[in-house]
T-cell receptor, first 112, second 114 residues
Framework: AQSVAQPEDQVNVAEGNPLTVKCTYS??????LFWYVQYPNRGLQFLLK??????LVKGSYGFEAEFNKSQTSFHLKKPSALVSDSALYFCAVLNRDDKIIFGKGTRLHILP | AAGVIQSPRHLIKEKRETATLKCYPI?????VYWYQQGPGQDPQFLIS???????DKGSIPDRFSAQQFSDYHSELNMSSLELGDSALYFCASSGKGQGSYEQYFGPGTRLTVT
């Protein structure tokens, strides 16, 4: 079965510092991986995806993610965090039936 | 750019009542997905439609049904509502037929069952 794991329930980062939100995946075959962000009382917003190609994927709001096949990881990164980045972040994988399976989410707190 | 539209945004119902949630996908998107997100939980897939046909079914209770219409909008019908149905219901759309796999989510409908 395809799944994603987000090992951290919460990540705290000082404003201006680099941030990383971790995600590991378990899939058979080539993975289709995504990151979504959810602000309070809002829907999920698509940030970026990895389908094929370069391992470093750039997305919205200055975020990027690095696909690492040997470590089965797809960590979300940003070089310099903003307070407005504080939100809930979901890693997700597309399964064989084209439905997205989400991780449990990581709450990111950016401290001013 | 046009996004996924959901209505209503908030809905309050009593136990055993029925509710209908509507979803209007992004223009030219052919696939609609419904998700349920309970408090503090990750979204759980309910059901999806591709070109007006049900394409997949997840953890959707038998009390719920859904369909996709000729204009590609979708409706989720919920009957005999229970307290546990209180959640945020998201609709997402994608252009599956064009090979576009990312799903774009609507703002959600917050259903409260009292």
């Amino acid at each position: 079965a395809q799944s994603v794991a987000q090992p951290e329930d919460q990540v705290n980062v000082a404003e201006g510092n680099p941030l990383t939100v971790k995600c590991t995946y378990s899939v058979s075959g080539n993975p289709y991986l995504f990151w979504y962000v959810q602000y309070p009382n809002r829907g999920l917003q698509f940030l970026l995806k990895y389908i094929t190609g370069d391992n470093l994927v750039k997305g919205s709001y200055g975020f990027e993610a690095e696909f690492n096949k040997s470590q089965t990881s797809f960590h979300l990164k940003k070089p310099s965090a903003l307070v407005s980045d504080s939100a809930l972040y979901f890693c997700a994988v597309l399964n064989r039936d084209d439905k997205i399976i989400f991780g449990k989410g990581t709450r990111l707190h950016i401290l001013p | 750019a046009a996004g996924v539209i959901q209505s209503p945004r908030h809905l309050i119902k009593e136990k055993r009542e029925t509710a209908t949630l509507k979803c209007y996908p992004i223009p030219r998107h052919d696939t609609v997905y419904w998700y349920q997100q309970g408090p503090g939980q990750d979204p759980q897939f309910l059901i999806s439609f591709y070109e007006k046909m049900q394409s997949d079914k997840g953890s959707i209770p038998d009390r719920f049904s859904a369909q996709q219409f000729s204009d590609y909008h979708s409706e989720l019908n919920m009957s005999s509502l229970e307290l546990g149905d209180s959640a945020l219901y998201f609709c997402a759309s994608s252009g599956k037929g064009q090979g576009s796999y990312e799903q774009y989510f609507g703002p959600g409908t917050r259903l409260t069952v009292t």
